[in-house]
């Protein structure tokens, strides 16, 4: 009964209390010091190779968590919850539908929807600065790309291979950018968008712009041993990075029990004296409330934070999973008593909202994606002689 | 407006599958995300869920059905506010979609005579520019030629960095990188931990992100635990995004075998690297062009793979003293010009065919040696030019005979310049072997000017 022993662990506010997430090994002398908080030393050169002051005691891997613990929901206006209230809902909607025309064949290969984990995207990015910060992920990417307002009738298009999608047809649903966003995409190989993003936060400190890199992972991509060796890097450099593993439960169809021995993944960068954050991925306003906090510790240049956000996913994998490693029982309960979308509906509907405004909000988005859905079934394939367009810049 | 629901393809290669068994009923509310069938193929079962939602107002294909072709309408689904019971089932509700041309995923896949790709595009190198008249020429090391291209180009653009295992602090393992820690400081030139698969995932992230790095691996037999960013994010990632990303970086460090180092640090990965398009791939020979080649890998917009060799690394060639020696990408040079035989090499093969070339001369065969510098894009012009010329031709390759450089010149000289051959295009490499330790075997598994002779005469008709 392999799922009975199954237990989802999706963090409340009241939770954060009484979770403790635990020091550097040392002897009580040096964990009291470390709750106390001595000053840092201060860092002995200025380069960016030698940012890290790795002889402080004064590790606060708490810190964040702490300060997010005491204020989890980020203090939205009705506005702004509206807004995340859209995007949600045009990720889940758009997913729905990218799942419809793949069941028609109008998609191919690989399709993983982001059903589910829709506040993750939304409250993250609506804490970056647009045109300054970037943003990686793996392949699951849709969700990202619509939270950062790209127009889903190019996602579509690239979904269903033709000419006016994001990547001209020649990425597909794992392989999309827009430079324009600074999406960095979108990659296929798993775990590799961490060192790539590792990369673009160099960038950033290089270029002493300010801005800060967001780079996506999940429960099965925390497995690499790259994303290990990018987290030793970007701590030792004090890069601008985010870590942000989506805990959707499953690695495909491994339970996380089932694939890591420390199932805690904000806890992974101790290691590398990275402050961790256990977030609930599943309540938008907690995601946004915890991206406050990390984004200003990364933006004061005190090196990457790794954040969790425990979430779920609906659908299997990939359209062809046909997810047999769960219950529904345990899908339904998760839809039923956490929806990311359902939740800030309700909050909503508190504030005043009606019925009425937020069946408004539905059809408008189905109309968009409907539109999105068209658009893409509709555009020419690409011409043959793109063919060998775009594999190399220059002519040699 | 009533919605068909139609039988869903669940994995890409899906065209039929049995609705086993319907879990709603005729006159049922469906909700977004409730499961509707279940259906089976002959990997996997199903659950088909709803996304919109009304009412289940005909099911046309009822349970246990098999081989339902993908696109068949299988039930008519009553919007909100709609009849259910005025629903009727689609004209053609048994009539699978379908494929029109243009449109779906298998466009193009079955055409009865096949399909036809578009030329792929013939690169044009441009020739080496001229050396002014009047130019000097000093002899520099090959090491140094590196490290000066490096130094050049930091300066003219400070977006260009450097990082690796050893580079700063240790002036490098093989000192290529020495004295770039003086003068541009750690922000620019960054020791690494021993991280390959990391540091060149950081790397190919910074030159996404705009800026120029050069990537040095301490040889290139350590970058195959990072080949995975050098192919997959590096390479490939300007197609698939359509040309939006572009990724600068340049891979370099010594490739190919050193002296007495055993098997798994001694490997030519050319012909490796050469193999994917979205790569350049540059293994020049002497000081002079891996200057000029150095500066213009760094220069270019697209990554590429710059295998240099650690024997060649203290060898001292002449060097033309020019403000800015850059060199063109993907043009072979002529080493040595000859009328008997063409000896086509790269790398430290070329010395070696230089040597041969030597010894053919003693013995009355006029020998042309061509460095190809460039492994990709080759450059075929000057190949069949020389074939055309020589009627005969051989490759000289320091690595293994398999799938190598040297059998993609041979099939380039069989598709395009049969018809001028007086002999079979022969190739000399090292032994199809690991590299062994012991100095007898080593010497006897790498190629050496003896062997080149030896296959020049055969071709010649001269053993």
Not at chain 2, 300 to 316: A, H, I, K, M, T
Request: aromatic residues 6%; contains cysteine.
């Amino acid at each position: 009964m392999q799922n009975a022993r199954f237990t989802l662990r999706l963090v409340t506010a009241s939770d954060y209390r009484d979770r403790a997430i635990p020091l550097p090994r040392g002897n009580e002398k040096t964990r009291k010091q470390a709750l106390a908080r001595s000053p840092k030393k201060p860092a002995t050169q200025a380069a960016i190779t030698s940012g890290a002051d790795n002889t402080d005691d004064d590790f606060a891997l708490r810190s964040l968590q702490e300060a997010h613990a005491k204020a989890p929901r980020y203090d939205a206006s009705t506005d702004q919850m509206l807004a995340y209230y859209e995007q949600m809902l045009l990720i889940r909607r758009f997913e729905e539908k990218a799942g419809q025309l793949y069941g028609l064949g109008l998609i191919g290969g690989f399709c993983h929807l982001y059903i589910g984990q829709e506040a993750v995207a939304v409250g993250l990015q609506s804490g970056l600065q647009e045109g300054l910060d970037s943003v990686i992920t793996g392949y699951r990417d849709h969700g990202h790309m619509l939270a950062y307002g790209i127009d889903p009738k190019v996602i579509m298009a690239e979904l269903t291979g033709r000419e006016a999608g994001i990547s001209r047809g020649k990425g597909g649903s794992m392989h999309m950018f827009s430079t324009e966003h600074k999406f960095y995409g979108g990659h296929g190989i798993v775990g590799a968008q961490v060192s790539l993003g590792g990369g673009l936060a160099l960038a950033h400190k290089y270029r002493e712009d300010g801005g800060l890199c967001l780079a996506y992972f999940g429960d099965g991509a925390a497995n690499q041993g790259q994303v290990y060796e990018t987290m030793n890097m970007a701590s030792l450099w004090q890069l601008p990075i985010v870590f942000v593993v989506e805990n959707n439960q499953y690695a495909m169809g491994t339970a996380v029990r089932r694939s890591s021995a420390e199932t805690e993944f904000y806890r992974r960068g101790t290691a590398f004296r990275i402050p961790g954050m256990d977030v609930n991925g599943m309540d938008v306003l907690e995601v946004r409330g915890a991206a406050e906090v990390a984004f200003k510790h990364v933006r004061e240049g005190n090196g990457p934070v790794l954040m969790e956000l425990n979430t779920y996913r609906y659908r299997g994998h990939s359209m062809s999973d046909p997810a047999k490693y769960r219950s529904r029982e345990e899908v339904q309960d998760v839809r039923e008593h956490k929806d990311p979308i359902e939740g800030l509906k309700k909050i909503l509907l508190e504030k005043g909202k009606s019925e009425e405004d937020l069946k408004a909000i539905d059809k408008a988005i189905r109309a968009r994606v409907a539109e999105s859905a068209d658009f893409a079934e509709n555009s020419p394939e690409p011409e043959a002689s793109e063919l060998y367009t775009d594999v190399l810049v220059g002519e040699y | 407006m009533a919605v068909e629901l139609k039988m869903p393809a669940l994995s890409p290669t899906m065209e039929e599958g049995t609705l086993a068994r319907w879990l709603k009923q005729e006159g049922d509310e469906i909700t977004s995300g409730d499961i509707i069938a279940e259906i089976e193929t002959d990997k996997a079962t199903m659950e088909f869920e709803a996304v919109d939602e009304g009412t289940l107002a005909k099911i046309l294909i009822p349970e246990g059905s098999e081989n339902v072709k993908v696109g068949t309408v299988i039930a008519m689904l009553a919007g909100e506010g709609e009849d259910a019971g005025a629903v009727s089932a689609p004209a053609a509700a048994d009539e699978p979609v379908a494929d029109v041309p243009g449109e779906g995923k298998d466009v193009g896949r079955e055409e009865p005579g096949g399909v036809s790709a578009p030329d792929r595009p013939k690169s044009s190198p441009k020739a080496d520019p001229e050396i002014p008249s009047g130019t000097s020429f000093t002899q520099v090391s090959v090491r140094e030629a590196l490290r000066d291209a490096m130094a050049e180009e930091m300066r003219r653009d400070d977006r260009v960095f450097v990082m690796g295992e050893e580079v700063a602090e240790y002036q490098g393992a093989y000192k290529v990188t020495q004295g770039l820690l003086d003068e541009f400081g750690p922000k620019r030139v960054i020791d690494t931990p021993i991280t390959e698969y990391g540091f060149a995932g950081i790397g190919t992230g910074a030159a996404m992100g705009g800026l120029r790095p050069v990537v040095e691996f301490m040889t290139f037999n350590f970058a195959m635990q990072a080949i995975d960013h050098i192919i997959n994010s590096a390479a490939k990632t300007n197609y698939m995004s359509g040309g939006q990303m572009r990724c600068p970086i340049v891979f370099r460090g010594p490739n190919g075998a050193a002296s007495r180092v055993g098997a798994q640090h001694s490997q030519n990965y050319g012909p490796w690297y050469a193999s994917v398009p979205g790569l350049i791939v540059i293994a020049p020979y002497d000081s002079s062009d891996a200057k000029g080649l150095m500066k213009a890998a760094i220069r270019s917009e697209d990554p590429v793979v710059f295998l240099e060799n650690e024997l060649v690394y203290g060898r001292s060639f002449d060097v033309p003293d020019l403000d800015d020696h850059v060199l063109p990408i993907g043009k072979a040079r002529i080493m040595r010009e000859g009328s008997d035989v063409t000896i086509v090499s790269y790398s430290i093969g070329v010395g070696l065919a230089l040597d041969a070339a030597e010894t053919l001369a003693g013995e009355g065969i006029d020998a042309e040696v061509i460095d190809l510098r460039t492994l990709r894009p080759l450059d075929t012009d000057t190949i069949l030019a020389s074939l055309a010329k020589t009627n005969r031709l051989i490759i000289a390759e320091e690595g293994w005979p398999v799938c190598s450089i040297a059998s993609e010149v041979m099939a380039v000289c069989m598709e395009q310049g049969f018809d001028h051959l007086d002999a079979p295009v022969l190739r000399v490499t090292d032994e199809d072997v690991p590299l062994p330790y012991a100095a007898n075997l080593e010497k006897l598994a790498l190629i050496d000017a003896p062997r080149i002779v030896a296959a020049a005469k055969k071709v010649c008709y001269k053993d």
